[in-house]
């Protein structure tokens, strides 16, 4: 997927690949409903990775999302996984007889979206959604 979102080279600079979420911590998600001109709602996620020994703070950016389901945001956060794939035409069909996202946008606007994203349980917060574009906002390295 790294050659996807954009500015992946952030996280292969530091971690040497793009690294694997699991046991990440979400230490914070924000929504925002507009941030340019246009109406695009993006959510950023802040998020502890820790791997190949070195530890940061990753933001990602997830804009024109779009079906959020989000749960049990907690005290730690930690994923089994973060899945980011694009979508497919059999997912086309899926999403557009979808009576909850039909009921908010029609059927072109479903087909703008791009990737399905889900950040998987461990241990608190679980979502899932669609987006159109994925982007690595910044990578800190952290000491903690």
Same mark, same amino acid.
């Given at each position: 997927? /790294?050659?996807?979102?954009?500015? =992946? /080279?952030?996280?292969?600079? *530091? ?8 046991? =990440?911590?979400?230490? $914070? ?12 709602? !993006? ?9 190949? %020994? ?9 804009? %024109?999302?779009? %079906? ?14 973060? /899945? ?10 899926? @999403?557009? !007889?979808? =009576?909850?996202?039909?009921? +908010? !946008?029609? $059927?072109? /606007? *479903? ?5 399905? +994203?889900?950040?998987? @349980?461990?241990? %608190? +917060? ?12 910044? +990578? ?5």
């Amino acid at each position: 997927m /790294e050659d996807k979102v954009q500015n =992946a /080279e952030l996280l292969i600079d *530091i971690f040497g690949k793009f690294p694997s979420f699991h046991d =990440a911590e979400v230490w $914070k998600i924000t929504l925002n409903r507009k941030v340019s001109e246009k109406p695009s709602p !993006t959510l950023e996620a802040l998020i502890y990775v820790y791997s190949s %020994g070195k530890k940061c703070l990753v933001n990602l950016e997830f804009t %024109g999302f779009f %079906g959020l389901k989000l749960e049990n945001f907690n005290h730690q956060n930690a994923l089994g996984d973060l /899945e980011i794939r694009e979508i497919t035409e059999p997912d086309f069909n899926e @999403y557009g !007889t979808d =009576a909850r996202l039909l009921g +908010v !946008t029609g $059927k072109n /606007e *479903i087909q703008r979206l791009k990737f399905y +994203v889900k950040f998987h @349980y461990c241990f %608190g +917060v679980e979502a899932e959604f669609l987006c159109s574009s994925v982007s690595v906002a910044s +990578v800190e390295p952290v000491d903690y």
